[in-house]
Each structure stands twice: as structure tokens, then as C-alpha cells.
């Protein structure tokens, strides 16, 4: 069954005065990724990712498929940046059958719903406020396009706190 990996994008800088979108990754951001690179190494890597354009999740994407010993395809989508869980959904639903596994990076409070939404128990204490660069893995029950509500076991979770 394929594996998706729900990633939000690591602490951001807020010193300088940018648009949203344009906020890169704060030095706390850029020593997290590449940790979380490694944990998703661990976990076997992922074949495909997807990425919103915004600057901080497009660095937390790169910085952590940079960790990994087989590259996968990456791609950056400007509709993952104000997408709501619901749409997130619908992009996953069309995902290409054959990937075993993507990456999702974006951001908090729609991959955090996303999560809860699809995990088949109450993980939301083992969650907390999924905060930045807190990475989830779910297993799905079936295919890309039949993924729902429930449709997916919460496998393992990670956050930078937790490689400390």
C-alpha cells in the first residue's frame, strides 16, 4: 500500500518584513530540515514530492530530499500554499497509482487537519500542535484515488524535538 509522508515546512524567519510567501527559513529552520532529511531516510525515503512554493517550505524541501540516497521527484505547486485539507485530499486523490510513497510539504493548520482527517484512530494526542518540521507517515488502506477519511494508520511521527 503506498506511503505518505506529511511534512510541515521548518521554523521560518519573521525578522524581516516580507510577504508571507517570501519568508525563509530561520537558522533554526535550516539545522531541522536536513535532521528531518535523515529520519526519512531511516524510514526508507519517499519516491515523489510535493512541495508548496512558498519560500520556507520550498527550502524545508529541498534541504531534506537533499538526505536522501535516491532523489525523488520533486515538484512545487503554488496551490498547495492556501490549499485547506479538503483540496490537499483531492490532490493526493490524484496522485499517479504507481508512486509508493510522496512527500507533502506545507503548511499548519491544513496538514495538521489533513493528518487527523485521514488517520483511522484518534491520534491527536500523539500529534500535539504538529509543529514545524513535524513530519507523519501514514500508510493508506488502498490506492491514491480511493483515499478518504480514514483511509490511512498513523505509522510514525517525528519532530526535530524528538532527534535532540
Known sequence: MPTLHVLRHAKSDRSAPLPDHDRPLAPRGLAAAPRIGDA???????????SSTATRAAQT?????????????VRY???????????????LRRLDEAAPS???????????????TLADDDVAGRLGKFPTAALATLELAGPWSALRPGGARLTAYVTPRDLD
Request: no cysteine; proline share 7%.
Open 61 to 73: 524541501t529541498d534541504l531534506v530530499v537533499a538526505r536522501l540516497s535516491h532523489p525523488p521527484e
Open 102 to 116: 510522496v512527500l507533502l510539504v506545507g503548511h499548519n493548520p491544513s496538514l495538521a487537519s489533513l493528518v487527523l
Open 40 to 50: 526519512l531516510e531511516a524510514a526508507g525515503g519517499t519516491a515523489l514530492a510535493l
Open 77 to 91: 505547486e503554488a496551490a498547495l500554499y492556501h490549499a485547506g485539507p479538503g483540496e490537499l485530499l483531492e490532490r
